[in-house]
């Protein structure tokens, strides 16, 4: 059983709209949550995290908001830009301490048209 | 090196060969991870080190999978006997500190024929 679920494979949207990537979990003891972005053939990157203290972090055209009582996190990219293609994973871990192993989410293919 | 870098990229085996697949992670990181990743999924825990003690061995699927990292910096995951469902990719990540300062490798990419 998925702990993590990405339940969209795939997101089409067109350059300069908004993109918004979905993510639920349901472990309660998950705590501090991440998105990742991964290009073909090179390692997931770091994208922004929130805590479960916080409801929302923005960091540029990057938004994460958490909902915790729903156990659902959502990513903002406003305005999207055809370099943000790539497939983005949501990961959850019980604390942001050192040595937490991150639980992910299957995916979505985000793919921005010109 | 800047970065965590894994080899070999890509590795062909034939069913029941052993394969041994490396991790550089970046130099004075005391935490390494190693994730398998199958096709269209995402990455699933395998193992982790805390300098050379291999704390988390939980996710590694069988006894045919073993890793190491003696000397707390270079880190060594083994797989004998490889089947088809061995067939992934094998990421690996450094951090010196929290789960956010996870650097990934590109990972190396196994398929057993």
């Known amino acids: ?114 | 090196g800047a970065g965590v870098s894994q080899s070999p990229r890509y590795k062909v085996a034939k069913r029941g060969q052993d394969v041994a697949l490396r991790c550089d992670p970046i130099s004075g990181h005391v935490s390494l991870f190693w994730y398998q990743q199958a096709l269209g999924q995402g990455p699933e825990f395998l193992t982790y080190f805390q300098n050379e003690a291999q704390l988390d061995k939980s996710g590694l699927p069988s006894d045919r999978f073993f890793a190491e990292r003696p000397e707390g910096s270079v880190s060594t995951l083994k797989i004998q006997r490889t089947q088809q469902e061995d067939s992934a990719v094998y990421l690996c990540a450094s951090s010196s500190t929290g789960v956010s300062g996870y650097t990934f490798g590109s990972g190396t990419r196994l398929t057993v024929v």
């Not at chain 1, 501090?32 to 922004?48: D, H, R, S, V």
């Not at chain 1, 999207?80 to 949501?90: L, M, N």
């Open chain 1, 1 to 114: 059983d998925q702990q993590v679920k990405q339940n969209s494979p795939s997101l089409s949207v067109q350059e300069g709209r908004i993109s918004i990537l979905n993510c639920d979990y349901t472990n309660s003891m998950f705590d501090y949550f991440l998105w990742y972005k991964k290009y073909p053939a090179e390692g997931p990157t770091f994208l922004i995290s929130i805590s479960s203290i916080k409801d929302k972090n923005e960091d540029g055209r990057f938004t994460v908001f958490l909902n915790k009582s729903a156990k659902h996190l959502s990513l903002h990219i406003v305005p999207s830009q055809p370099g943000d293609s790539a497939v983005y994973f949501c990961a959850a871990s019980q604390s942001n301490n050192a040595g937490n192993m991150l639980t992910f989410g299957g995916g979505t293919r985000l793919m921005v048209k010109p």
